[in-house]
């Protein structure tokens, strides 16, 4: 399976400043076919299942702010999040679909 | 807009079989390309994919449980279920069904989640 691998584990973070997850792959998660990187975004909040925040590496999902972006290609990925806001505290997870799908272990993200 | 509801017994007794069904709503189990997955959290552990079925009927399992598992689908209630025999304390969990996008390869929606207690 492919391992991912997210840093830091938590981090905090003040209002309107900027947070950065890392995520990395044990292999590579890009379809030379259509050279896309099948590497996935969630945030989590307390007793709410997670939501997609972008796909395809850095693609964002309908409806969500453009303070979230993602970056990377490979095995490297990244989470940007800017302005941060007091409603993205929560625990953001990469996950994974060119193997058997797999997730990170998770960033908590605490605003300050 | 597509909506997933778990549901089933919360409390198994060690060796014995979880039994849980998801209830697809607002999107068809046998329509459209996606598939119909469960995903499993154990308390203060990672996220584990468990297995899908497709929309055709297709069944795939994540190997380490493959010899437990069972997923169907009954397309007259639009529903899918899970099924995971000889259960031990370690599959104490938040089971979660979810629609599979294979391209590009996420999961969204997720029903809410229930928590499965294995206990004797």
């Known amino acids: 399976d492919i391992v991912l691998t997210q840093s830091p584990d938590s981090l905090a973070v003040s209002l309107g400043e900027r947070a950065t997850i890392n995520c990395k792959s044990s292999?590579?998660?890009?379809?030379?076919?259509?050279?896309?990187?099948?590497l996935t975004w969630y945030q989590r909040k307390p007793g709410q299942p997670p939501k997609v925040l972008i796909y395809?590496?850095?693609t964002r999902e309908s409806g969500v702010p453009d303070r979230f972006s993602g970056s990377g290609s490979g095995t490297d990925f990244t989470l940007t999040i800017t302005s941060l806001q007091a409603e993205d505290a929560a625990v953001y997870y990469c996950?994974?679909?060119?193997?058997?799908?797999?997730f990170g272990q998770g960033t908590k993200l605490e605003i300050k | 807009q597509v909506q997933l509801q778990e549901s089933g017994p919360r409390l198994v007794k060690p060796s014995e079989t979880l039994s849980l069904i998801c209830t697809v709503s607002?999107?068809?189990?046998?329509?459209?390309?996606?598939?119909w997955s469960w995903i499993r959290q154990p308390p203060g552990k990672g996220l584990e994919w468990i297995g899908y079925?497709?929309?055709?009927?297709?069944?795939n399992y994540n190997p380490a449980l493959q010899s437990r598992v069972t997923i169907s689908a009954d397309t007259s209630k639009n529903q899918f279920s899970l099924k995971l025999r000889s259960v031990t304390v370690a599959d104490t969990a938040m089971y979660y069904c979810?629609?599979?996008?294979?391209?590009?390869?996420?999961?969204?929606?997720w029903g809410q989640g229930t928590l499965v207690t294995v206990s004797s």
């Open positions: 996950q994974q679909y060119h193997d058997r799908p797999t």
């Open positions: 079925i497709t929309y055709s009927g297709s069944i």
């Open positions: 607002g999107g068809s189990v046998s329509g459209g390309s996606d598939y």
């Open positions: 292999r590579s998660v890009l379809f030379n076919s259509n050279n896309k990187n099948y």
């Open positions: 395809w590496a850095s």
């Open positions: 979810a629609r599979e996008s294979p391209h590009p390869g996420k999961f969204d929606p």
